[in-house]
């Protein structure tokens, strides 16, 4: 079992990262979430808390297997509880993943299907089960999961998942708004709030106009 790998971060998708450990690179899928906290760390060095699992079908032979990666040892223990909901396996629950998870467990807690069923792939139904398996089970998520990771931006993350929210209401799609705030985080300039990060977004887009039509 792979619970830990350190390397250098190679490159660095919508859904996975490349980690290589000499003589070996490794493919990681990662959430949402932590995809935007490692997008200025490309090309050095990180290390992700990690599960190995197979993906696949074992009755066919078609099997294979996968790496998860969390910046934290309590992010993984999150995940695996929240893949144990019915209906809800590793792919809906890194997909779902997008915002802190002190977040979800503050909406698992409070029983905010609503809330839930706002998140990528899980709808209302998938948002009862998940509240009615999980929400005694929240207090150490929703109260101890430290705010900063060794890894954050110079941007507050706070003010990063408030604009890729902002970003969806107005229209934009997921990869889009993922484009247009890696952007702006490559700069690593600070912003104090969501409108001063949207202005920069937009600044940028307008001053590159061969990008914003691709």
Not at 123 to 133: D, M, N
């Amino acid at each position: 079992m792979i619970t830990k790998i350190s390397g250098t971060l190679l490159t660095l998708g919508d859904d996975a990262a490349t980690i290589g450990v000499p003589p070996f690179e490794y493919q990681v899928l990662i959430a949402e979430f932590t995809r935007r906290q490692l997008q200025p760390l490309v090309g050095q060095a990180i290390h992700l808390h990690t599960i190995h699992y197979f993906d696949g079908d074992p009755s066919r032979g078609r099997v294979t297997p996968r790496l998860v990666g969390f910046l934290s040892d309590v992010e993984r223990e999150f995940f695996e509880m929240f893949c144990s909901v019915d209906g809800v396996g590793a792919k809906k629950a890194l997909r779902a993943m997008g915002r802190p998870v002190q977040d979800i467990a503050v909406m698992i807690e409070e029983q905010d299907v609503k809330g839930l069923s706002s998140l990528p792939g899980v709808g209302a139904a998938t948002g009862e089960r998940i509240v009615a398996k999980l929400r005694r089970k929240m207090s150490k998520f929703a109260l101890l999961v430290a705010r900063q990771t060794p890894y954050e931006a110079d941007v507050q993350r706070n003010v990063v998942e408030e604009t890729y929210d902002a970003l969806r209401t107005l229209g934009h799609a997921e990869a889009d708004a993922r484009r247009l705030l890696d952007g702006v985080l490559k700069t690593k300039r600070k912003y104090a709030d969501v409108e001063a990060m949207l202005q920069a977004i937009y600044q940028q887009s307008h001053s590159r106009p061969d990008d914003a039509a691709e």
